[in-house]
């Protein structure tokens, strides 16, 4: 379960980044990370090596996008792949003025985040069992990923369902130079998408973080 060191360290780090969240806010990401912990248990959620660190590496992590794209109110957004509800539950807790719709194939998983957010109590996100190709007749701002999926078809994936100016927004890692050249080359396929990608590194964390950059793909 998370401790009182935890959300502490949280808040601080938040509040270094100017990542501004209330008492509550805080005390629903303290909830998450404990539900986390307790269905990872069972359940491939994230990595069992890396629960030590769960509120860091993966809650405080995923908030960062929140850096670089701060999500307004009415945005429709997509979470591809979510797992354990990653990084859309987190951006859920931080923008509750903003709609998130979080996606995975797996079953156990997505009945696992419908249970957290649930028990948490957060109204502004909702998780279904599809996949992204699946999807049909709806549209979004902005989508969401922190799979292991390479740009290009995270770019793929996303093309499909954007709005026009949409971007879409991954936590990546490694050496991505090969990825995002592959990704724009592919972007004529994609009706255009994408036109840009920009990165962001958050590496400032030491060895906090496998994904050490924000990755914004836009029209």
Known sequence: MASGSDIDTIQRLCAEEGLLLSDTQLKQL???ASLLELRNRTLNLVSRK???LLLVRHVFHSLL??????????????????GGGLPGIPLAIAFPET?????DSTG??????????QEIGIENVMA???????????AF???LSRQVAPLKRLCHYAARV????GSLICLKGGNLEKEVREALDGAEKNNGFPADITLFPIDRFDDCFQNKYVVIATC
């Open 50 to 52: 890396e629960q030590a």
């Open 162 to 165: 954007l709005l026009p100016a």
């Open 65 to 82: 996008i929140g850096l670089y794209h701060p999500f307004s109110s009415g945005e429709k957004v997509l979470d591809i792949g979510t």
């Open 141 to 143: 701002n902005t989508v």
């Open 108 to 117: 156990k998983k997505i009945k696992a985040c419908r249970e957290m957010i």
């Open 128 to 138: 279904k069992k599809v996949r992204a190709e699946e999807l049909k007749g709806v």
């Open 30 to 32: 303290e909830h998450y």
């Open 99 to 103: 709609p998130f719709l979080l996606i």
